[in-house]
């Protein structure tokens, strides 16, 4: 590296020649890794903080219904506590649209484990014992939680997260469907799942010389910046919300959650530093979940295998506060092509908490029945299933009726079967055995949108050769801090190690949440315009100097071009034949997401993604118990997840694909992908091994007990 460069560059040239240019695609461990292991990155409830004081959120015991009296004296009697704050005399905040966070307001209950008090004390366990304290009486009434495919409150919702039509038609589906020689009709269902980031919800508050300072596990602290002036009133400046290292989210912590806004409400009231954090148990209420979903999916096609027609009905569930509707259907808008297509959402208001994001929302139940379908559709039809899929390929997006950017679907099907060993597969179900083992092998197609939002960033040129580029990035563990320093050394020409990354505070310059796959493609498009635009200030004016980019008209003024991140996923299964157990044998992926900034957190995305699918397959469920209104499994011994032993070899790889329509990294994203179609190739899986269809997740040992009795 040459000793030239930046700080003192006389020209362009002088700083292009600095770098070489190519970190983007090189491997690199996470830049905050050492911090990592040794203990010293510090999270939400990490920062050390003078005076500070702990709180302890008291769910409601009842599902719907009015609080009729808050009995605080025992609680205030106990040792350490300091307040007791409820809808009786918490701060008051402003009546907008945050209903749901519209905490400790008024007496009413809107579903079970809503946070109706919060008690702060000296000490967690004194906050803890206080809280155990606290007397409520309810007046409560009849309560709805069960999702249903005949639920009288079902209703068509105005549009489907996050602005797409409810439904969609072409052609005549009915017609399309009654005419043609092979169809499916099957309906799948999926339960309840829950986020379980190793960090918890979790929230540092304090309120100083008029402005509030807020450490929050969060996906985005410029959102939670901006919902917290709205629901406290305040100016955006008055607030800072830090959040430098966030452990995982995957949606859950994509908005503004309770345990901030109940931290900021106590620090305001007890006029102290608040802690609050979520128990594991906790994490099971309010903070949401992936909507339970019912599916039905009907697909016809000629003898070739060529779909004719298309229809997806999809069922989710809402709460009686805010309405969430899960996009489930919209994968099936644009993954394949039919003459005759139509796509339905309906929702329903239970009383329960809003359903929210969670890897993949959307996509990722609706792949699970897609591809199930098309699996079954491809034995129905005699074709092999990678073959069906080839041949039900499309260059332009049937729902947009342009053509994508970029697809190469095709390409990670051919190559993921060449590579998993596909070709020698014989179709039969039951084909294969090793002892006691029935061995199947299943796959599924993957898509998820590409997209970007409007970004700003700063990047300024030091007297010493370095660069600082500053921006409101959230890394969750995902490696995004990382990415982003290596496309703003590509972007300024140097080498990365003369670069330093700010991020995960509101105080720099404003920048998405880490969500939908799109922070890198969002991020990196501002920190390339900075860094181009620093570059030219450089040239007229050498030394220290900052240079400011905002890609809002920019990104708001992208051709709208269907773009998406495509991906094949191939499962080998083995099924005890007397037990029904499912084990996993090995998984792999093949995925085109656009260029790869970095394969190292790249493949911790994919594989991470793809182990949710597994679980998602095989273990994951919240069963509700109807009469509490609630999920009786919330901990992480009876929410069942699938831990490394479950994984026996899992392997992802990727197309080098160039895209040059997406953006200046030319990046797709792949936090997402990862989880799109894995369920499904299990499920698949599973069939060819066993004979036996699953249609209802998780892939139970009960659901298969009749295995043995086939043999
Ligand atoms: Mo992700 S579910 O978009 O945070």
């Known amino acids: ?82 307040a007791v704050l409820h809808h009786g005399n918490a701060p008051r905040l402003a009546p907008g649209p945050e209903r749901e966070l519209w905490l400790l307001q008024e007496p009413a209950v809107h579903y079970r484990g809503q946070y109706v008090a919060v ?31 005949d639920h009288p409150g079902l209703y068509k919702p105005d549009h489907v997260n996050p602005s797409y039509p409810a439904d969609t038609a072409e052609g005549d589906f009915d017609a399309g469907y009654a005419a043609a020689p092979v169809r499916v009709d099957t309906t799948y269902r999926t339960p309840a799942y ?49 959040a430098e290292h966030v452990g ?42 992936r909507t339970p979903t019912i599916q039905r999916v009907r697909l016809a096609a000629d003898t070739d295998g060529r779909l004719t027609a298309i229809c997806h009905d999809a069922i989710s569930q809402t709460s009686t506060i805010r309405e969430f509707a899960e996009q489930t259907a919209v994968y099936t808008r644009s993954m394949y092509a039919a003459p005759h297509r ?20 959307g996509e990722c139940p609706g792949a699970y029945a897609l591809e199930s379908a098309v699996d079954e559709l491809a034995i129905a039809a005699g074709i092999d299933p990678v073959e069906l899929r080839v041949r039900n390929d499309t260059a332009v997006d049937p729902d947009q009726g342009r053509p994508f950017t970029s697809r190469n679907l095709v390409g990670c099907l051919r190559e993921g079967a060449r590579r998993f060993g596909w070709a020698d597969r014989n179709p039969s179900p039951r084909s294969r055995r090793d002892g006691r083992w029935l061995i199947g092998t299943g796959v599924a197609g993957s898509s998820y949108p590409a997209r970007a939002r409007p ?118 299964v083995r099924v005890d034949v007397d037990t029904g157990e499912v084990r996993l044998n090995r998984m792999l992926g093949v995925f085109a997401a656009g260029r790869v900034v970095n394969p190292t957190t790249a493949r911790s995305q994919l594989i991470g993604g793809m182990t ?37 070899s899992v392997e992802a790889y990727w197309l080098d694909e160039q895209d040059d329509e997406l953006n200046p990294a030319g990046v797709k994203g792949l936090g997402e992908i990862g989880i799109v179609g894995t369920a499904a190739a299990v499920a698949n899986a599973v069939h060819h091994a066993t004979g036996v269809r699953v249609r209802d997740l998780p892939i139970r040992l009960d659901k298969l007990i009749g295995v043995s009795s086939l043999a």
Request: aromatic share 6%.
């Open 1 to 82: 590296m040459s000793d030239d460069a930046a700080g003192r560059a006389g020209s362009d040239d002088t700083v292009g020649r600095a770098g070489s240019g190519d970190a983007v695609g090189r491997a690199h461990p996470r830049l905050e890794g050492p911090e990592k292991v040794t203990g010293t990155a510090r999270y939400a409830v990490e920062y050390p903080v003078d005076g500070v004081t702990y709180g302890w959120a008291v769910p409601s015991a009842v599902v719907r219904g009015r609080i009729t009296r808050v009995d605080t004296a025992a609680a205030l009697a106990s040792p350490g506590v300091l």
């Open 119 to 149: 008690v702060v004390a000296t000490s967690l366990e004194a906050a803890r014992e206080g809280a155990r304290l606290v007397r409520i009486d309810y007046d409560a009434g009849p309560h709805s939680t069960v999702l249903t495919d």
């Open 194 to 242: 829950h986020n379980n980031p190793m960090e918890p919800h979790a929230t540092t508050a304090h309120w100083h010389d008029g402005r509030l300072l807020v450490h929050d596990s969060t996906q985005g602290t410029s959102s939670v910046r901006a919902t917290l002036a709205e629901l406290f009133e305040l100016p955006p400046e008055s607030i800072r919300v830090v």
């Open 248 to 289: 995982g989210g995957f949606g859950s912590k994509g908005y503004a959650k309770a345990p901030v806004v109940l931290a900021a409400l106590a620090a305001r009231h007890v006029d102290r530093p608040v802690r609050l954090a979520l128990t594991r148990q906790q994490l099971f209420g309010p903070i949401g979940y």
């Open 342 to 361: 139509r796509t339905t959402h309906r929702l329903v208001r239970l009383d329960v908490p809003t359903p929210f994001w969670m890897r993949a929302p």
């Open 455 to 572: 970004s700003s960033a700063t990047a300024t040129a030091r007297p010493d050769g370095g660069f600082l580029v500053r921006i409101n990035a959230t890394d969750i563990g995902t490696g995004a801090r990382t990415a982003i320093w290596q496309v703003a050394a590509d972007a300024l020409g140097v080498p990365p190690e003369r670069v330093e990354i700010r991020i995960g505070d509101s105080d720099l310059p404003t920048a998405p949440v880490a969500g939908g796959s799109m922070g890198t493609a969002s991020w990196s498009w501002a920190v390339v315009r900075a860094c181009q635009s620093l570059r030219e200030k450089l040239r007229d004016s050498p030394g220290e100097v900052t240079a400011e980019a905002d890609t809002t008209d920019e990104v708001g003024n992208q051709p709208a071009r269907p773009r998406y991140a495509y991906g094949a996923q191939f499962v080998e």
């Open 612 to 648: 949710m699918g597994l679980s998602m397959a095989l273990h994951e469920e919240g069963l509700l118990d109807e009469r509490y209104g609630d999920w009786v499994n919330h901990d992480l011994a009876t929410y069942h997840i699938t831990g490394c032993a479950d994984v026996e």
